[in-house]
């Protein structure tokens, strides 16, 4: 149609997939937006950026958007802090929920456990694999670990391969059929915060400001509180 609006283009860390499916995409193309979302890791969002790819807006962790600020990729006025997140365990519905009150019963359980999933590339994965050795389980988890390259560990907690999925809060409570235990202990949590703005040469600059305006409201907020985030604003 002539007067159809274009099509605001953005990558995504998947941390928000659930408030953006329940609330920021409706909003948006309720008003008369049409969003296409590229939904990936931070660290694959941005090896495909160093590639060449382009898109009008961007949504990463808070360093990853350092470095794209310091490299002149982004509009750095336009970068707002959007959710802070909590990295978690859950378990499959139904399942019996382990201890994981503190670091020592944290440990018990994924040494208990037939197979712990977490994802290769996602800021989760990414920090669990550095919190094993820590740890001193590194051996003893890996062995049986199942290892995802991208997307929602929980899933593997659906099909029977694993029975302890780590990820961001958020990102489990996407998956049906799952129950999120609760975050990892305090001594060895990890607040992360991710933020969005808008790429240089964006082609729909104002989809873009439009959807990052969205992004900022009470009801957004409410969105990611829903969806186990904090709003960072």
Not at 34 to 52: D, F, S
Not at 81 to 96: H, L, M, Q, T
Request: some cysteine; proline content about 6%.
């Amino acid at each position: 149609m002539p007067n159809e609006r274009p099509e605001t283009r953005l990558k995504c860390a998947l941390v928000v997939r659930g408030a953006f499916d329940a609330h920021v995409v409706p909003a948006f193309e309720a008003a008369g937006g049409r969003a296409a979302i590229h939904w990936a890791p931070t660290t694959v969002i941005m090896k495909t950026l160093a590639e060449g790819e382009t898109a009008d807006a961007v949504l990463v962790l808070s360093d990853a958007m350092d470095r794209l600020v310091a490299e002149g990729r982004v509009e750095p006025e336009s970068r707002v802090d959007i959710v802070r997140s909590r990295y978690g365990i859950a378990v499959k519905a139904g399942a019996p929920h382990p201890d994981i009150a503190n670091v020592e019963a944290l440990k018990r359980t994924l040494v208990a456990a037939r197979s712990v999933a977490y994802s290769r590339t996602g800021a989760s994965g990414i920090y669990f694999a550095g919190l094993l050795p820590r740890l001193g389980l590194a051996e003893a988890v890996n062995a049986r670990a199942t290892i995802i390259p991208q997307g929602f560990t929980a899933e593997k907690l659906v099909s029977g391969e694993a029975d302890i999925a780590v990820q961001q809060i958020s990102e489990l409570m996407v998956v049906p059929g799952i129950e999120v235990v609760g975050p990892l202990p305090d001594p060895v949590q990890e607040m992360t915060t991710f933020a969005a703005a808008i790429l240089r040469g964006a082609t729909d600059r104002d989809g873009a400001a439009r959807f990052l305006a969205g992004l900022t409201t009470p009801q957004a907020a409410e969105a990611y509180r829903t969806s186990g985030l904090e709003p960072a604003y």
